[in-house]
Structures are given as structure tokens and as C-alpha cells.
């Protein structure tokens, strides 16, 4: 019994993401190609009622890319290393969190022209997610 629970949700699951893609608006599929030629393993999800999410791999590294459902691209998230984070956004987070597990890292660059640098980082049980500028200056969200 648990057997047929377990494979009648690994179905759902795949069915749920191909519904996900097959309702990628046209407009939104065609502006990422463009954007991102040769992106391979391109998975899509629906963020909000008019914002879609690719996560994709591209130039041999993972990456997220936010689009709107009209096709404009909105931002790209791409993974980076803590020592590859400008010094004064490794030193801000050294001087509040530097006992904590950090879990990933990215540079996030939005279609404003903006760049800001997302730590993920573990706190107890709780995941928590820090946006940095490039001077070091902490970010709400």
C-alpha cells in the first residue's frame, strides 16, 4: 500500500511540473532563449499570477532567471562562492553572522541595472536569506 501512495505522488509530482511548463506562456519561453541561448535542463515554475521562474543550467553552472508574463526579463540569480563576494559584503556578514553555516550563495542582477548578493544561511532551525549591495549595505526585502 505505502508502495502505491509513494508512486501515485512521484506522478503527481511529474505531472504537476509539466503542467507547469506547458503553460509557460509563449512570450516568456521565447524572451529566455533569447536571453539565455543554449541553457539546458530548463524547468519552469510559476511565481505569481504574472511572473514565471526558469531554473536552468547554462555556461556549466546552475542559474534562475525571473520573467514576467509578458516575456521581460526581471532578474537573474547566479551561484558564487563566499570568497567570491566583494570584501565589503564578506565583511558585513563576518561582523553579525560569522558563526553561522552558510548555505548558498548569489549574485543577483536585475533588469533596473542593479546587483545585489543573496546569502542563505542557516540560524538554528530557521533558513534566513540577506541581501547585500556591493558596498557592504544590508537590504531589505
Do not use: R
Amino acid at each position: 500500500m505505502k508502495k502505491i501512495i509513494f508512486v501515485g505522488l512521484v506522478l503527481l509530482g511529474f505531472t504537476s511540473t509539466s503542467f507547469a511548463q506547458s503553460k509557460t506562456p509563449i512570450a516568456v519561453t521565447t524572451a529566455f532563449n533569447q536571453k539565455f541561448p543554449n541553457a539546458t535542463n530548463v524547468k519552469w515554475d510559476k511565481e505569481n499570477a504574472h511572473e514565471y521562474e526558469a531554473s536552468f543550467e547554462w555556461k556549466a553552472e546552475k542559474h534562475s532567471a525571473n520573467f514576467t508574463d509578458k516575456g521581460e526579463w526581471l532578474e537573474t540569480e547566479s551561484p558564487l562562492t563566499f570568497s567570491q563576494l566583494p570584501n565589503k559584503v564578506q565583511t558585513a556578514y563576518k561582523t553579525l553572522y560569522k558563526e553561522t553555516a552558510i548555505k548558498a550563495v548569489a549574485k543577483i542582477e536585475t533588469s533596473k541595472g542593479d546587483t545585489k548578493y543573496e546569502i542563505e544561511l542557516k540560524k538554528g532551525l530557521k533558513t534566513m536569506e540577506l541581501f547585500y549591495k556591493n558596498d557592504g549595505t544590508v537590504i531589505k526585502e
